[in-house]
């Protein structure tokens, strides 16, 4: 599978950026998954429901499944977080797989930047970040782009993985 990453600091616009690109990417007729990482302890489960009491009951694994979607919530329980490969191993295949977080990862990435957020660059020091869509000029010797023009992303994106 291809993979491509949107990497920044918090409030980047990673989250805005990573929204357009799919809607931009499979509007063209790919398909896209994405895998984004959480840096706190998420729960996409409601307290009260079936599946939750499932999982508070010692389930390692649930799987809930309607007409409309599937979501299969699995417990480490102490266990290791799963790499990044172990994760990309687990989705099903399409075209391009969009990585949100995973900065420390060696798959290529584009930096969202924005200045109000009075951070340094990541890709000073980081190859593996082949651009950066930024809300402002940078002296950079990498592709720079606006950090709305999702369209010149989404074409440097789908040149750079062979779509």
Do not use: C
């Not at 990309?88 to 900065?103: C, T």
Request: proline content about 6%.
């Amino acid at each position: 599978m291809r993979v491509y990453g949107v990497t920044g600091w918090k409030n980047a616009g990673k989250t805005g950026l990573m929204e357009r690109l799919v809607a931009e990417i499979t509007g063209r007729g790919f398909s896209v998954s994405t895998l984004k990482h959480a840096h706190h302890s998420v729960d996409v489960d409601q307290p009260g429901t079936d599946s939750h009491r499932h999982r508070m009951a010692g389930a390692s694994e649930v799987l809930l499944a309607s007409g409309q979607r599937i979501a299969i919530m699995q417990e480490l329980r102490g266990a290791p977080e799963p790499s990044l490969q172990d994760l990309l191993a687990r989705l099903a295949p399409v075209d391009l797989v969009l990585i949100e977080g995973f900065k420390r990862e060696p798959h290529p990435k584009v930096e969202a930047f924005r200045a109000v957020a009075n951070n340094p660059l990541i890709a000073s020091g980081d190859p593996t970040i082949r651009a950066i869509a930024s809300d402002t000029s940078l002296d950079t010797e990498r592709p720079l782009f606006d950090l709305d023009d999702t369209v010149a992303i989404a074409d440097f994106i789908l040149k750079e993985v062979g779509l």
